[in-house]
């Protein structure tokens, strides 16, 4: 079976500063990798995702993120934040064939002035 | 981006009655859907797969008696709660997946769930 784990329930960062959401995963599998941001009372959106081919995936809102095999990480980054950038992230992994999404318990990004 | 509705977005229902939560792929059809349930400031928990035509697949300690699935369509799937309690207030959140075979222009959905905007609710 599959688990997401992020280490960091809450990252705060002052606003234009870089950031890192850290996100390791255990499989015994090859696997397809996301990240998704959640605003409050809504639902997910999707970020980025590796499925195959170069580890460096660049996604949306200038975020990127590096799938490491050997380290089995899937870090979150951005060299510069913005306040708008304040909601959670989830890292999450399946196992090719895609069914199930296994979630990660979040990572709570806040940004400020 | 494909589009997934949930209707309602927040309902507030007394202890006891049955609310029924719908699931919409708006562009796309989806003949799988899941279900998810996340608690205050916690991940989201898979409860069901959804496949159109077929019995839901439940995951391990969902009870099936109450949380009810319907996916009799491939544009639509729906979530009935039954004598809810309490304890069933959460965020409910649906996801649809998009079959599209590999080797075509709408490949880049084929891993990618999409997911509904969630629904509140609260049994008093």
């Known amino acids: 079976a599959q688990s997401v784990t992020q280490l960091d329930s809450q990252v705060p960062v002052f606003e234009e500063a870089p950031v890192e959401l850290r996100c390791n995963y255990s499989s015994s599998v090859s696997v397809y990798l996301f990240w998704y941001v959640q605003y409050p009372n809504q639902g997910l959106q999707l970020l980025l995702k590796y499925l195959s081919g170069s580890t460096l995936v660049k996604g949306i809102n200038g975020f990127e993120a590096e799938f490491n095999k050997s380290q089995t990480s899937f870090h979150l980054r951005k060299p510069s934040v913005h306040i708008s950038d304040t909601a959670e992230y989830f890292c999450a992994v399946t196992r090719q064939g895609f069914q199930k999404l296994v979630f990660g318990t979040g990572t709570r990004l806040l940004v400020s002035p | 981006g494909a589009v997934v509705s949930q209707h309602p977005s927040r309902v507030i229902c007394k202890s006891g009655t049955s609310v029924k939560i719908e699931c919409r792929s708006l562009?796309?059809?989806?003949?799988?859907m899941f279900w998810y349930r996340q608690f205050p400031k916690q991940s989201l928990m898979l409860m069901a797969t959804s496949n159109e035509g077929s019995k839901a697949t439940y995951e391990q300690g969902v009870e099936k008696d109450k949380f009810l699935i319907n996916h009799a369509s491939l544009t639509l799937s729906t979530l009935t709660v039954t004598s809810a309690h309490p304890e069933d207030s959460s965020f409910y959140i649906c996801?649809?997946?998009?079959?599209?075979?590999?080797?075509?222009?709408?490949?880049?959905?084929?891993?990618?769930?999409?997911f509904g905007p969630g629904t509140r609710l609260t049994v008093l």
């Open positions: 562009d796309f059809q989806a003949t799988t």
């Open positions: 996801s649809a997946r998009d079959p599209a075979p590999l080797g075509t222009q709408e490949r880049r959905y084929y891993n990618e769930q999409f």
